[in-house]
């Protein structure tokens, strides 16, 4: 069984009894545990079931790489799904749950699938659920999504804090293992700002395990001494729990720092992603121990030999009561001396090599462990735990028939660096024949803004396994990358540390040698999503060729792990079978994270009322307090309606429009754009801007003027006001205060940068106020101070002074074709003046109206509305307009395209009314049919519905459309299909349904 | 995630700071101009694996256009200038000449 | 900013740093050629101080703020802004520039304390460790546009567009929340 040891546990407080449940069962652990080593000193080794056949899983790692312990973590608002439990500190309290099992782990009706399993070779998915087509959709899919997924989704809202850091370093070293730790003192030195980041909670990385001395320390005092020197220095900043994420272009790397998850409460923010641009960065990320391919080695007990290791050493946990060793490699020699010296019984180390260890299966000989060379583990005994093993000779098929027994296996087939975030930004590698493994190339690193090199591996993350090749390597990659990152090296000598002589490994892809198809099929690739040598060999066979294509057909490496473990096992397969050396084959792109990171650090604090921010007019309160129902216009709340009493928003809607009609209504008009433009070009600038003539607009006088785009069409609309001589103000669309700016910007800036123009964006400057109705010039007039009256105040005119006490502008333009006035004050002074607007405008029983009002307004008007008669392909022209476009002008921005043959087609479509033949509503959007089909079979349209309301005014259903030589046609009825089948029938009319001679502003 | 300096402000901002305007260098054709003169402005544009001039605006900055020069396959930088020229200016045509022997841009090279 | 009169607090808030809104300050934008020595003296004039150089924020009775090639803000009381204008209107009457009063659509904060670097590093895209006293930093703060500079080590303005000064208010409440220090500076 797995358990705890009598004593030892260099991370673990045995003092400090920690509780847990896993799976409602109540256990404790030791301060120090991770929930993985807490699970194996209570004898847990079943934590999961694989996605696809639901066999047993056990703890394989004690790192990030685990592929089977993932748990659901938490519960209500602190729930979280697919944690490993390896990389999970234990704290008081916490629960876990084990994933993708139903009723229970240790009874799961899934494995039904494990017996299926030759009838689901790889790519199933792709072959069995093509025919016939019509299933996919109502049986294949939902059956999909049924069995898919292995945690639980969330059920309520996270509560917990995230935020962003921005930081700037000459240097990041991630890594916090001896490589890392020697690299940041040395570049320490030469006083470049450092920040080094370690994903464990301890520095160290593997040497607090691997070496009991380091020259003439021991490893522990030999780390302590590397960090009490680092944290000498000002211009070093360290994080543990950090987790370098990804690295992308000229500089830029995540660090994903965890601060609260190792406690049982939040004290502020729980991650953090820290956004960095670093001049250099070193990748300290050591390696990866890889599985060895033998028959049933996806049996719970089968454990990497460095994570048997640290869990004895670590946390003082012995894994297995006898635990064989199997290992193509000097390293895993480790694994048994150490459990020899903590009394856990070695029954056999079983060595794939003919030639046998080096100077470490000496020693482990020398402790009367037996060492068999040359062998392999042809057959493991045990369901849901290892129980014994077979060994044979590795140059067979399997044959052989010493059994002995173990309860754990630990495993090496050698090493991988962690390369992924060399890789991130292209960093290429090369294939070591002699290692096997795929490492940085140090000719090929991705190089940043500047075209230079910008990151930098070392130590085992760089391919050097042995502990002197570490320091070594640590060492002088350090120095070429403090020369990059505009440091100075201060010359110090390299102090060798010998270290005992390593036999090499020999690789071995699969094991026995010459495994039978038989146990091709038991040995496991990756071990979360079940794929094994069989999958891989036959994606191969049926002409996966590319790496990246096997992958999708057999999901190998596809797993939340994305093939930490299995990926290189996997690929030497595939070239295997390909006939292809291993490097012709190549590795699948590394991409950013390393591990999976928060969905909340992601979003850092915008969420709730900062999840994107909201643009408030000076009445905004007001109008929320005022019972509006409020729409977003962009980034804008506008008050859609202001519903009484209960009213629907469709009767509050009538309401409003038919008291502005009859009496007074007051729209918050604060939203629109207004550009001040002024110079002694501004004229000619606006002639270019806007379709109309813009130069000879009166001082006092309005104008309505379009805008387009270099291609022809609308882009914006407004009035435009001339201030002075050289000033004029233009009013945008909401939406387009902010790129009509930009398109001014631009073109002055761009191309026409000789113009003396300057443009200011004034929108917030002012709050503006449209009185609205017969009764509008009444208000005014008891308000008093400026003189309204039709003769002083013409239509289209506007004037400053003194409204009352407000500093007002007061613009005579009309949207809604009644006697109207936008009033322009000065945005603190916005509140106070809508107020008194509301007291004056009670004997006229003025009502605030809302955006909805204002549309229907202007469609009975049948004005149009950029973004409803207009869709980014529709010219002035089409909309009847073309008397807002100059014929004196020779150049306007659109006017050219505006020429092209399809702009002038005859048969475009153009802007009418509709009105239904029962008075219903025709459906905004709808399209009109016509005779035939086009080239795709489908019926033909001739036009379709831009704006539909139903007019309180008029009391029946009115709508705008563009229709195929619209306004040639008036009187026409068309038809306009529904959803269901049936079709409406709609007279061709004038768009303008009401006052169309405009008297009832023009008084 | 790139990094330009501006050459208006001389902060080194962040791709999210800016704007991005497309390729550079663009002469408007406007009335009196052929169909082709006119596709060519509106539609026609260089798509290289490599150097490539670009406009940007430091839109979260101080709302200026600047030209960039920067390859569009490593993504390194050879320059930012003023968008007040109608070619690129020549010592960033040395930078590009002497890190990309035998490029060509348009009628440049 | 220096001490405007009529300067009224109109919300704070107090985590590691202080942050508080000023209402009623005046804000002036001038737009013209800097680079033409007339424009600078009449500029000299009409303000009584130089021109400010390129990102600078010169801190006086008035701040002038440098935000772009042709383009200053300055800061005074919010009844003086006409003021200032005329008299900026009469020097430069003969020459190309633009004078708008802007006072209502920005928004100001005043943030305090020994944090204030790490605050904004938790809110926009800037090498903060760098910038100096006096220097205007135009940039983002998450989402919105907006400009800050260091009036000392512990303090520093933040300006932005009113519609959205609630929500800059929030992010910098959130930034500044105890428990949440960084202690990277």
Known sequence: MSKRLAEGGLLIDRNKTIKFEFNGKKLSGFEGDTLASALLSNDQVLVGRSFKYHRPRGIVSSGSEEPNALINLGEKEKFEPNQRATTTELFDGLKAASQNHWPSLNFDFGVINNYLARFLPAGF???????????????????????????????????????????????????????????????????????????????????????????????????????????????????????????????????????????????GPRHRLWRIRAKQIITATGSIERPVSFPSNDIPGVMLASAVRDYAVKFGVATGDKIAVYTNNDDAYRTAITLNEVGVEVPVIVDARMSGG?????????????????????????????????????????????????????????????????????????????????????????????????????????????????????????????????????????????????????????????ADIKKR??????????????????????????????????????????????????????????????????????????????????????????????????????????????????????????????????????????????????LDASTLGKLLVTGPDAGKFLDMLYTNMMSTLKIGKCRYGLMCSENGFLIDDGVVARIDEQTWLCHTTTGGADSIHAHMEEWLQTEWWDWKVYVANVTEQYAQIGVVGPNARKLLEKIGGLDVSREALG??????????????????????????????????????????????GKEFQVMPYGTEALHVMRAEKGFIMIGDET????????????????????????????????????????????????????????????????????????????????????????????????????????????????????????????????????? | MLV?????????????????????HLKRFGPGSSDEELEGYLFNRENPKGVHFERWRHVYGCGKWFHA????????????????????????????????????????? | ????????????????????????????????????????????KAVGTKLPKEREVILARNDIAWMSPDELLIFCDYADVSNLSQNLQMELKDQHHMLVNVSDARALFEVSGSGIREVIAKLAPVNIATLEIGEIRRTRFSQIAAAFWLTSETSLSVICFSSVADYMFNLLKTSSMLNSKVGDF
């Open chain 1, 358 to 514: 080096g100077a470490l299966a000496e020693r482990a000989k020398a402790l009367g462990i037996r060492v068999e060379n040359g062998k392999a583990i042809s057959k493991v005994f045990g369901k849901k735990r290892v129980e014994a093993i077979r060994i044979c000779e590795h140059k067979d098929s399997g044959k052989g028939n010493e059994k002995i027994e173990c309860d754990c296996i630990a495993m090496s087939g050698g090493w991988s660096p962690v390369v992924h975030l060399y890789s991130h930004c292209g960093g290429k590698l090369k294939w070591d024949e002699k290692l096997a493994l795929f490492k940085p190339d140090s000719s090929a690193k991705p190089t940043s803004h500047d075209g230079l090199p910008f990151v930098t591996a070392v130590g085992s993350a760089n391919g050097s396994l042995l502990m002197h090749e570490v320091l070594k390597d640590a060492w002088e990659g350090c120095l070429s990358v403090i020369k990059a990152a505009g440091g100075k090296v201060k010359t110090k000598n390299f102090k060798v540390i010998e270290q005992q002589y390593e036999n090499s490994l020999q690789a071995i892809w699969i094991a026995p040698h010459d």
């Open chain 2, 4 to 24: 330009f300096k501006c050459p208006y402000c001389g902060i080194e901002a962040d791709e999210t700071e800016l704007s991005p305007g497309g390729e550079a």
């Open chain 3, 1 to 44: 900013m220096s001490d405007h009169q009529n300067e009224r607090v109109m919300r704070s808030y107090s985590g590691y740093v202080k942050v508080s809104e000023k209402t009623t300050v005046g804000m002036l934008t001038v737009r013209g050629d800097f680079r033409s020595s007339k424009f600078k003296t009449s500029f000299t």
């Open chain 1, 871 to 1003: 869709d980014g392909t529709v010219i002035p022209q089409d909309l009847n307009l073309n008397w807002a476009i100059s014929k004196k002008k020779d150049d306007y921005l659109g006017k050219r395209a505006q020429e092209r043959s399809f702009m002038v087609n005859p048969n475009r479509w153009k802007l009418v009314g509709l009105e239904t033949l029962d008075g219903s509503v025709l459906p905004d959007g709808a399209y009109a049919t016509a005779d035939g089909v086009n080239p795709n079979g489908q019926k033909s349209t001739q036009g379709r519905v831009t704006s539909s309301y139903f007019s309180p005014t008029l009391k029946r259903g009115i709508a705008m459309g563009l229709v195929m030589n619209g306004p040639e046609r008036d009187g026409e009825i068309i038809e306009f299909p529904k959803i269901d089948g049936t079709a409406m029938q709609a007279k061709i009319t004038s768009p303008v349904f009401y006052d169309p001679d405009g008297e009832k502003q023009n008084v």
């Open chain 1, 125 to 267: 998915y792709y072959k069995m659920f093509i025919h016939p087509r019509p299933f996919w959709k109502y049986i294949y899919e939902p059956f999909i999504r049924q069995s898919a997924g292995l945690g639980r989704a969330p059920s309520q809202k996270d509560n917990s804090q995230y935020e962003h850091f921005y930081a700037f370093y000459d240097l990041v070293i991630v890594g916090g293992g001896i490589a890392g730790l020697n690299a940041a003192l040395t570049a320490a030195e030469s006083g470049l700002k450092i920040l080094i980041m370690e994903q464990t909670p301890e520095w160290g990385g593997r040497c607090l395990v691997d070496f009991s001395k380091i020259g003439d320390e021991t490893s522990s005092e030999y780390v302590s001494r590397l960090l009490s020197e680092l944290r000498k220095f000002q211009n070093v900043t360290m994080r543990s729990r950090m987790m370098g994420a990804g690295v992308y272009d000229h500089g830029y790397i995540l660090g994903y720092e965890r601060l609260n998850d190792h406690l049982a409460a939040d004290e």
């Open chain 1, 795 to 840: 239509f289209m005119e506007w004037k400053d002074g003194k409204l009352g006490k407000y500093d007002a502008r007061i613009f005579r333009i009309s949207f809604s074709g009644e006697l109207s006035y936008e009033i322009a004050v000065p945005a603190k002074q916005g509140m106070a003046f809508w107020d008194e607007l509301i007291e004056a």
């Open chain 2, 69 to 109: 020069a920067r390859c569009t396959a490593t993504l390194e930088v050879f320059g930012t200038y003023s968008a007040q020229t109608f070619e690129p200016p020549k010592e960033i045509i040395d930078i590009i000449k002497a890190k990309r022997p035998g490029w060509k841009w348009r009628n440049l090279s």
């Open chain 1, 521 to 666: 099929a038991k040995i496991w690739l990756d071990f979360q999503n079940d794929v094994k040598i069989n999958d891989v060999e036959l994606a191969a066979r049926e002409g996966f060729e590319s790496v990246e294509h096997a992958k999708r057909y057999t999901t190998l490496g596809m797993a939340t792990d994305q093939g930490k473990l299995s990926n290189i096992n996997g690929l030497a397969i595939l070239s295997s079978s390909l006939g292809k050396d291993i490097p012709k084959v190549g590795t699948t792109t590394f991409r950013p994270p390393y591990t999976p990171i928060s969905l909340g650090s992601i979003g850092g604090s915008a969420r709730d009322e900062l999840f994107q921010p909201v643009r408030k007019t000076p009445m905004h309160d007001w109008h929320e307090n005022n019972g509006a129902y409020m729409e977003p216009v962009g980034q804008w709340r506008r008050p859609f309606c202001y519903p009484q009493f209960g009213e629907t928003y469709a009767k509050a809607v009538e309401r409003e429009i038919n008291q502005t009609r009859s009496s007074l209504g007051l």
